[in-house]
T-cell receptor
Framework: KAGVTQTPRYLIKTRGQQVTLSCSPISGHRSVSWYQQTPGQGLQFLFEYFSETQRNKGNFPGRFSGRQFSNSRSEMNVSTLELGDSALYLC????????????FGPGTRLTVL | AQKVTQAQTEISVVEKEDVTLDCVYETRDTTYYLFWYKQPPSGELVFLIRRNSFDEQNEISGRYSWNFQKSTSSFNFTITASQVVDSAVYFCALSFNSGNTPLVFGKGTRLSVIA
């Protein structure tokens, strides 16, 4: 089975721009979660989608948003980028049949200049 | 609130030494799950183990072993006969359910195994 894939792997943007990151879950997995990893804050949960609905949300500003498509693929968007948004963004998928495990993709490294 | 503490920020060992990575957690839930993930330099988080709160049996998988003790709220990870390929950042994580609820991560322990 193919693992979680994320595109692009690297991105460089400037302040004020917006960015869209994509995540394709493991086949058959319907839950997709997003995490932000920074040296200062570590790994923090952004949001989780299941069946095209946001089911859980972390403590991030409204500039961070996401969506999920009917094929379970997910995108996250960050608008009006700030320098502090520079991070590794990790996507994880799970089958949502407890007990289950979140399996992570390779991440998208975003640099905001 | 849930919290995971990995007090060891960085550990350096010589190849073939045994090393234990500590993890202490806090939660008020009676049902919860504990995880260990490995993050090599490539960045991907690699799943190592999941444990539920009702199963305190220790587990061994090859050179890896895990010691879960509810009495001390700890879930420690030992690598026996470490190898250079074990060099990575290791994260302990907690969730009150498995799979579809947010993982709360510790800050991670960077392990360097020197040849």
């Amino acid at each position: 089975k193919a693992g979680v894939t994320q595109t692009p792997r690297y991105l460089i943007k400037t302040r004020g721009q917006q960015v869209t990151l994509s995540c394709s879950p493991i086949s058959g997995h319907r839950s997709v979660s997003w995490y932000q990893q920074t040296p200062g804050q570590g790994l923090q949960f952004l949001f989780e989608y299941f069946s095209e609905t946001q089911r859980n949300k972390g403590n991030f500003p409204g500039r961070f948003s996401g969506r999920q498509f009917s094929n379970s693929r997910s995108e996250m968007n960050v608008s009006t980028l700030e320098l502090g948004d520079s991070a590794l963004y990790l996507c994880a998928s799970s089958s949502d049949r407890p007990p289950d495990t979140q399996y992570f993709g390779p991440g998208t490294r975003l640099t905001v200049l | 609130a849930q919290k995971v503490t990995q007090a060891q920020t960085e550990i350096s060992v010589v190849e073939k030494e045994d090393v234990t990575l500590d993890c202490v957690y806090e939660t008020r839930d009676t049902t919860y799950y504990l995880f260990w993930y490995k993050q090599p330099p490539s960045g991907e988080l690699v799943f190592l183990i999941r444990r539920n709160s009702f199963d305190e049996q220790n587990e061994i998988s090859g050179r890896y072993s895990w010691n879960f003790q509810k009495s001390t709220s700890s879930f420690n990870f030992t690598i026996t006969a470490s190898q250079v390929v074990d060099s990575a950042v290791y994260f302990c994580a907690l969730s009150f359910n498995s799979g579809n609820t947010p993982l709360v991560f510790g800050k991670g322990t960077r392990l360097s195994v020197i040849a």
